[in-house]
């Protein structure tokens, strides 16, 4: 079985997306808990509503590269849509960002409030770039 640290976020009707990703993702993985759901700034594009970031531990039989397949299929069920603009507005986003206790997604060491979702799910896990 592989763990996973999925980065769940969203600043179109942010409550109701996350809310619906969150129950899709329920009934196909084994959820084993859930991080904090805060509102952070947009990061790049900043003309464009605050988003609600959080992310979910969970454990699957799927591969990473499996892994993240289901999740963009997950996210094109929940409306997104690819936007010319990289960090533009979206309805939902979802990010592998760790996957056997490796830090798989860059962002995680430029972005407090990832690290903060992981210490919070894994408080033993270690945060080090991999020039460290």
């Known amino acids: 079985m592989n ?15 996350i809310a619906n990703a969150r129950k899709i993702l329920s009934k196909q993985f084994a959820l084993i808990r859930e991080s904090a759901f805060i509102q952070t ?7 464009q509503k605050d988003f609600i970031n959080g992310a979910v531990l969970l454990t699957t039989k799927l591969d990473e590269n499996g892994l993240k397949q ?5 996210e094109k069920h929940l409306g997104r849509t690819v936007s010319k603009i990289k960090s533009g507005p979206r309805s939902i986003d979802l990010d592998i960002l760790v996957f056997n206790g490796k830090i798989v997604d860059p962002d995680v060491y430029t972005r407090d409030f990832l690290q903060n979702s992981i ?3 894994l ?10």
């Open 41 to 47: 700034k947009p990061v790049g594009y900043a003309d």
């Open 119 to 121: 210490r919070e799910l």
């Open 123 to 132: 408080p033993a896990f270690t945060i080090k770039n991999s020039g460290d």
């Open 3 to 17: 763990q996973a640290i999925i980065g769940l976020g969203s600043n179109i009707d942010p409550q109701k997306n």
């Open 70 to 74: 289901q999740l963009k299929a997950i």
